[in-house]
């Protein structure tokens, strides 16, 4: 069973920075590509950003120049640096495997605030 968990979510002044991690288990983590997604109160799920297996990636143009993904495929983990923060990134954030089926995890809270 593949199980995703994301962590390092929290609160922060606008202008900030906070890194996200998504520890993935189960899986054979080096060949699937991996995102990220948000969800503000009353909105739908919003892509953020997208790592393929050879690293490539791409954003969501909201968080361009700002936010960056990576992956450590030795430690089944993707991260999200996120800097500059705005009180629309407000958010629970998920991590999510592009395998069919897909695989979430269950997210981590992001509250930017002053």
């Known amino acids: 069973q593949v199980q995703l968990v994301e962590s390092g979510g929290g609160l922060v002044q606008p202008g900030g920075s906070l890194r996200l991690s998504c520890a993935a288990s189960?899986?054979?983590?080096?060949?699937?590509?991996m995102s990220w997604y948000r969800q503000a109160p009353g909105k739908q799920r919003e892509f953020v950003a997208f790592i393929e297996s050879d690293r490539s990636t791409n954003y969501a143009d909201s968080v361009k120049g700002r936010f960056t993904i990576s992956r450590d495929n030795a430690k089944n983990t993707v991260y999200l640096q996120m800097n500059s923060l705005k009180p629309e990134d407000t958010a629970v954030y998920y991590c999510k495997q592009l395998s069919v089926p897909p695989y979430w995890g269950k997210g981590t809270q992001v509250f930017v605030s002053s």
């Open positions: 189960g899986n054979i983590f080096s060949i699937y590509a």
